[in-house]
Every structure is written in C-alpha cells, then in structure tokens.
C-alpha cells in the first residue's frame, strides 16, 4: 500500500536559518505529493503540491520538488521565521479510477519551532 | 466567509456513551472526510463520502458511523465500541473531482475520556 515517511522531529531552529524536512514515499505509478501545515490548535491548511515528477511546488518561501527518481519530496526554505513555527505534513494522493481523490496518505508530521 | 465548521471544539465522553462531532461546509464541495490525528501518527482517515446519501469506510472506521443526508453536513459518531477513542478529530471536504484536489480542513475536535 501506499505509506509517507518524514524525518523525526521535533526540528528547533534559530531565526533565519536554512530548514530542511526530508519526506520519501511509496507508492505505485504517479502519486500527487502535497505538503500540510498544521498552526496550534489549527486544522491543516494547504502549503504546496506538485502533481509530477520533477515538478517544484512553491508557497511562502517554502519549496519542494518531486523527485521520481529517489521517491522524495523533501520541503526547504532559505530563511526561517518565529511564525513558521508548526507542525508539517507531507502527504500523497494516488488515484485509483478517480476514486481515490482526497483519500490522502499522511506522513507523521514534524514539529518545526523556530526562535528569535 | 467559506470554510468548515466543527463543532465543538473539545468534548468529553463517558465509558459507554455514544458522542456525535458535527461538521458542517458551505464551500459547496460534494466531498467530505474524517480524519483521526494522534500524536506522532500522523492523520488517519476514517471515513469519507464523495456525494449526498453515499459513504466509505476508510482506515480505521471500526467503531464510527457517519450520516450525510446533506452536501453540507457530515456528522461523525463515535460508538462505544470504540475502545480508545481520545484523539483529535478532523473534518475535511473538496470538489473532490481529481487525484490532486486540495482538502480544506476545519479547526477539529479534541475528543478525551472521561
């Protein structure tokens, strides 16, 4: 079946540094990849997506690129903020007849907390 | 303003007790979902309906029913015979008409044990 694994957190990181939160997949053919970021006491809201290989899903200074050919969708940004500070999905969708849509695979999420 | 609404936003129930989470869209999405979150596992989707009068078991719905007599609501009960029901409970809905559709999440339900 189809599974998400991220990099263990929690990630604690100072103001403007580099972030990376590694994501690999499985999963057969051309799964959509998606990232979710959860605020506290929040539901998730949508950061980014990338619907095929190669393709560099982008939002708020966040980025991602699906690599095919390692099965990642690892997510980076150049330059943290205290307001990042949150948990991160990353998800998959595979459809299956068109009937898989919304029926998303979820890693385990990283708590990212950024300070001043 | 459009979005999902839950309700409430924290909820206690007793050994034997069924308890109901409401959740309610007026995005005019034909798709809704429940998701169940614990810590450090991520979301698991319980059930999920794509149209009025129809819905599928996901994951783990052993122990949940739904109902979704209308496109806008789509309550979640949680039965007594869910043995360890203590999670955070999330509503999402889409267009749900391709693979890459976005889910539009509500602000979810801490549900505890009393």
């Known amino acids: 079946g189809n599974s998400v694994t991220q990099m263990e957190g929690p990630v604690t990181l100072s103001e403007e540094a580099f972030l990376t939160i590694n994501c690999t997949y499985t999963?057969?053919?051309?799964?959509?990849l998606f990232w979710y970021v959860q605020y506290p006491g929040e539901g998730l809201q949508l950061l980014l997506k990338?619907?095929?290989?190669?393709d560099k899903g982008s939002n708020k200074g966040f980025e991602a690129t699906y690599r095919k050919e390692t099965t990642s969708f690892h997510l980076e940004k150049g330059s943290v903020q205290v307001s990042d500070s949150a948990v991160y999905f990353c998800a998959l969708s595979k459809g299956a007849g068109g009937t898989s849509y919304g029926k998303l695979t979820f890693g385990q999420g990283t708590i990212l907390t950024v300070h001043p | 303003d459009g979005g999902i609404t839950q309700s409430p936003k924290y909820l206690f129930r007793k050994e034997g007790q069924n308890v109901t989470l409401s959740c309610e869209q007026n995005l005019n999405h034909d798709a809704m979902y429940w998701y169940r979150q614990d810590p450090g596992q991520g979301l698991r989707l319980i059930y999920y309906?794509?149209?009025?009068?129809?819905?599928q078991k996901g994951d783990i719905a052993e122990g949940y029913s739904v109902s979704r007599e209308k496109k806008e609501s789509f309550p979640l009960t949680v039965t007594s015979a869910q043995k360890n029901p203590t999670a955070f409970y999330l509503c999402?809905?889409?267009?749900?008409?391709?693979?890459?559709?976005?889910?539009?999440f509500g602000s979810g339900t801490q549900l505890s044990v009393l």
């Open positions: 999402a809905s889409s267009g749900g008409h391709t693979t890459n559709e976005k889910l539009f």
């Open positions: 309906s794509q149209i009025v009068n129809d819905f």
């Open positions: 990338a619907t095929k290989a190669d």
């Open positions: 999963a057969t053919g051309y799964p959509s």
